[in-house]
């Protein structure tokens, strides 16, 4: 009976191993990356990015559904690792938390994760009529923007990392700056006279609307800053992001 067991073990194990390896080996060690918070946060923020198109594992190697994998980082003990791969598709697989891991690392990749499929269940859907009147007293609405790609970025003076990416979504509208079919709009909790002195001193190339706090909390349901939207030609919103890099790979892919 126990050479039965060891046996069953042991062929559990190749197959796993064999599953992963046809995908490719963790980048890091998933059990080492565990033992400081530090070091697996720096990781993550630099490594996962769950708002990107990827090719989600389960524990055992198995392809699942995007909303599957983010749901049992919600809600499970567990963590994303990407995978060594040699083509250019990302591979995010889950592995299990370590008993005596610091319990942070669950609650943050449990809140990130949150984030991520509140994000990805709203891809698909229609975005909330709307019509706003900008700084210029331009109004942008669902008929001005009709037949274009829509970029809009959710933000606020005091909000840290909203401010810090401003140059690099400046670059974003330069870069596309030929295309009339994209148009840059960004709502902005702040009224228009403490917009005017800060971005006096912050630039920001995107169509500003003041007075957004109460149509981003309530409407748009927004718990994090910086948010991205990216709306088809119809007004589908076709990605939700919160971060400069995955807006940047998913206009790419949306502008082609």
Not at 84 to 94: C, E, T, V
Request: glycine share 2%; net charge neutral; hydrophobic share 40%.
């Amino acid at each position: 009976m126990q050479k039965s067991i060891s046996l069953l073990i042991a062929f559990l194990i190749f197959t796993i191993c064999s599953a992963q390896n046809k995908f490719g080996n963790p980048e890091v060690d998933p059990i080492q990356i565990q033992k400081n918070f530090s070091e697996w946060s720096a990781y993550q923020s630099k490594n996962i990015m769950l708002s990107r198109d990827f090719t989600a594992l389960d524990l055992l190697a198995k392809e699942i559904s995007k909303e599957s994998f983010l749901d049992q980082l919600v809600n499970g003990n567990v963590i994303p690792i990407r995978l060594k791969s040699a083509d250019s598709i990302y591979y995010y697989k889950l592995f299990k938390i370590q008993p005596k891991s610091d319990t942070s690392i669950k609650a943050t990749i449990n809140q990130i994760a949150f984030d991520a499929l509140k994000n990805h269940k709203m891809e698909g859907t229609a975005f909330p009529k709307f019509s706003f009147k900008d700084l210029d007293e331009n109004i942008v609405s669902n008929e001005t923007m009709k037949g274009k790609i829509i970029v809009i970025k959710c933000w606020y003076i005091h909000c840290a990392a909203c401010i810090k990416e401003f140059p690099q979504v400046n670059q974003l509208v330069e870069k596309y700056k030929a295309r009339k079919d994209i148009q840059f709009i960004s709502l902005a909790e702040d009224t228009p006279e403490e917009l005017k002195v800060f971005l006096a001193r912050k630039p920001l190339s995107y169509s500003v609307i003041p007075n957004m706090k109460v149509y981003m909390n309530e409407t748009l349901d927004l718990n994090a800053f910086p948010t991205h939207f990216i709306l088809n030609k119809e007004g589908i919103i076709t990605k939700v992001v919160n971060d400069y890099e995955s807006l940047e790979v998913a206009l790419e892919k949306e502008s082609k």
